[in-house]
């Protein structure tokens, strides 16, 4: 639903981002990865049409981003902020109102949100007089009210306790069966590896990897397993099928961490054990988000 | 477009509603009313009993009986000594003992003034002016002129200013003085009006700055539209401020008018002042009393209220549009309101500068030079004209500052806008003028 096309987004002396191009499918969530300074909050600026590009362009729904889009967009900054002396529920219904809606499907909708989220006495509280955690979930709201096919989160979970953590997570994922399009843009991998489909990491200004989350993994498995079993066994008897990288053990149970030979596979090496010893588990070991988040851009420090 | 209303509701009815906003309106109507009551009061009662009783020792012939009570001085000539009548001072009713001591009239000299407290200027004046005039008459007499000649001496001059108007060649009747007074007011509410109303405006883009609602906005409106809502939704919260002022001190000064200065109180007190004292003296009461309240009225129907208030409004909206956007532009480059002081100085200046010249030089010279070039110059042209008005501006001069004074805000408000849509998500960083200028130039 939402192509970036070659962006190139210069300022006073540095290039913001440097021919960057992302496809974002219908339906899916989207994560937008990279560390501080990258560059990711100048895209969002380009998708939300805060800026507008030097080069490139975006195609939303097959058309070229425009004013008529702003309706259909959702977004929560990072840096969170609504009007301290203004009532929550005046406000709510005064940013859906900038964003099209008319003020009875607004007040209705606001209504029904307040309630789902526990926060239905509150529209005539004001915001200074709310606890962090309470405006992020206000500007939630906000940000989701007019039912946009596209919500760009920007470190959504940030400033959430762990219960309301949960609650926001939930309600990403129902507006997500009900078809909204997610761009969620984080250095939290964990949340990453939970909800996205697939990301985009970006780095010194460059799109340095994306694709769907599964795949990248996949890419990263280096055919490495951790094995764990009683009994003796001679290890180095078998390194035609895969080489030992690490041995301890630990109250009469071996833990193995193993390579395996090229073309040869997990079954091989249980093949091999199996007739001589008691085995306990066998696990792939495969790279996390996090793990594969450093690697890259760590390694595009060391270049 | 539909936007911008929903922004300017919002800034006009949060403001409105404020407490401190209906306080200050209703309120300063209330105080200047009662300032004007006041006066009223003053002028009405100082007639009347505001006057310092003496007791004269006098140990000259030639001023014995010869001190007559004013209205504001009452002379009483005691039969004591001075040693006498200073210990009775404090039980008697009178403020102060003058004591006259024998001199020739050519050297008067040893005159003393015992007060039970210390004689202010006004009383010593008022005294040395009694005696001095005693004193010519009683020289004037030796020299050889009757009493009655001397009467007649005495002239009172009023001038009425009239304006000849250059279109129409028509006579008006004006007051130099009303004209000033109004002059002054219409320029102190000026520079008040563009200055508590710009800074407004820059308080409140630093508010949506620093409170991070600012990137939520302009995912939904343009950032010209955010500026010029808020621009807007001020200038009618100062245009409503303007009006209830104006309707408000209205009828309350008519109320406090009509409570306190009525005719009939006038017309006794000067009454009361001519029986009382000299024909002169007299007089003089009369027309003090009367002076003010006539000159005012008469001028204002020669001044054209609607006119000088249309010409107000349109003039505080082009100075205020002309002001806010630049106070905009400062409110989007800054991250807290204590950083705004390296910017304010450059746009306060010309603002301070046509205020303090407009209320010197042109209320002194309203035809001359700095007074034209000040009243076209856009910075300085809102409070410059204003203060013009009322001594009469030709049409054609007029026509131009506003002519100019619109071209320099769509002016201010483009070039506003530009350093405005970056300002607004630059955080962090001390901004300089260089940068301001950086961003100006940006395409997008």
């Known amino acids: 639903m939402l192509s970036v096309k070659n962006i190139i987004k210069e300022y006073a002396k540095h290039r913001a981002l440097d021919d960057v191009s992302i496809e974002i499918e219908r339906g899916k969530i989207f994560g937008l990865l990279g560390p501080n300074g990258a560059g990711k909050t100048s895209l969002i600026r380009i998708i939300t049409q805060i800026t507008a590009p030097d080069s490139g362009e975006v195609i939303f729904n097959g058309q070229r981003l425009n004013s008529d889009h702003i309706s259909q967009i959702g977004y929560l900054p990072e840096e969170r902020g609504l009007y301290k002396k203004m009532e929550i529920g005046e406000q709510v219904l005064y940013l859906s109102k900038l964003k099209g809606l008319n003020t009875a499907d607004a007040t209705k909708r606001i209504k029904f949100w307040f309630e789902k989220l526990e926060m239905a006495d509150w529209w005539n509280k004001k915001v200074e007089d709310l606890s962090k955690g309470m405006q992020q979930k206000v500007q939630f709201v906000a940000t989701v009210l007019h039912q946009p096919e596209l919500i760009i989160l920007d470190e959504p979970f940030s400033g959430f306790d762990p219960v309301n953590a949960d609650i926001i997570k939930n309600e990403i994922l129902d507006l997500n069966k009900q078809g909204a399009t997610f761009i969620f843009s984080t250095h939290r991998m964990e949340s990453v590896e939970e909800l996205c489909d697939s990301i985009a990491l970006i780095n010194k200004s460059k799109k340095i990897l994306d694709g769907s989350v599964d795949e990248i993994k996949a890419s990263y498995r280096n055919n490495t397993y951790w094995i764990a079993y009683e009994g003796d066994f001679d290890l180095n008897a078998k390194a035609d099928i895969f080489s030992v990288l690490q041995h301890e053990v630990a109250k009469g149970v071996n833990q193995v961490k193993i390579t395996l030979q090229p073309g040869k596979s997990a079954n091989n090496v249980l093949e091999a054990l199996l007739p001589y010893v008691n085995i306990h588990r066998l696990d792939e070991v495969i790279p996390t988000m996090n793990d594969i988040f450093i690697d890259k851009v760590k390694g595009k420090h060391h270049e | ?444």
């Open chain 2, 1 to 444: 477009m539909n936007k911008i209303l929903l922004i300017i509701k919002r800034e006009y009815f949060s403001r409105v509603k404020k407490k401190s906003f209906i306080v200050m309106t209703f309120l300063t109507p209330l105080l200047i009313a009662g300032i004007y009551g006041l006066i009223g009061y003053f002028t009405y009662t100082g007639i009347k009993d505001t006057h310092d009783k003496i007791g004269v020792v006098s140990a000259n012939k030639t001023l014995t009986t010869k001190l007559t009570s004013s209205k504001n001085v009452d002379y009483k000539y005691l039969n004591q000594s001075l040693d006498d009548a200073k210990l009775a001072l404090a039980k008697e009713d009178y403020d102060y003992i003058l004591y006259l001591p024998e001199f020739t009239l050519n050297e008067p000299k040893g005159i003393e003034l015992f007060g039970k407290k210390q004689a202010g200027l006004s009383i010593n004046r008022r005294i040395s002016d009694d005696l001095e005039e005693i004193i010519r008459n009683q020289k004037l007499q030796e020299s050889g002129i009757s009493q009655g000649d001397l009467d007649k001496l005495k002239t009172n001059v009023d001038i009425e200013t009239k304006k000849i108007t250059a279109d129409t060649g028509k006579e008006e009747s004006s007051s130099a003085g009303a004209s000033t007074i109004i002059a002054f007011i219409a320029g102190v509410l000026m520079f008040m009006f563009i200055m508590l109303y710009g800074i407004q405006v820059m308080r409140g883009v630093i508010e949506e700055k620093t409170s991070r609602i600012i990137e939520v906005m302009i995912s939904s409106v343009k950032p010209f539209q955010l500026m010029m809502g808020k621009i807007i939704g001020i200038a009618l919260v100062g245009l409503t401020q303007f009006v209830l002022w104006i309707v408000l001190t209205f009828t309350i000064s008519t109320v406090v008018a009509t409570v306190f200065i009525d005719k009939e109180d006038v017309k006794k007190v000067a009454n009361t002042a001519t029986a009382k004292n000299e024909l002169a003296t007299g007089t003089d009461a009369v027309s003090t009393a009367q002076g003010p309240l006539a000159d005012i009225q008469k001028s204002l129907a020669g001044l054209e209220v609607g006119k000088i208030v249309t010409v107000f409004i349109f003039f505080f909206l082009g100075g205020y549009l002309f002001y806010s956007a630049l106070y905009a532009a400062i409110g989007s480059a800054v991250d807290s309101e204590t950083e705004t002081q390296q910017f304010m100085m450059p746009v306060m200046m010309p603002l301070l500068l046509g205020y303090a010249l407009s209320l010197s030089v042109v209320t002194n010279d309203p035809y001359g030079d700095i007074a034209f070039w000040i009243s076209m110059i856009p910075f300085t042209s809102p409070i410059a004209m204003v203060v013009r008005l009322p001594y009469g501006v030709p049409a054609w001069e007029l026509a131009l500052s506003m002519a100019i004074l619109v071209a320099g805000f769509v002016l201010t408000v483009w070039v506003a806008s530009r350093i405005y849509r970056v300002g607004i998500l630059m955080y962090g960083k001390k901004t300089t003028f260089k940068e301001m200028f950086k961003w100006f130039t940006y395409k997008n």
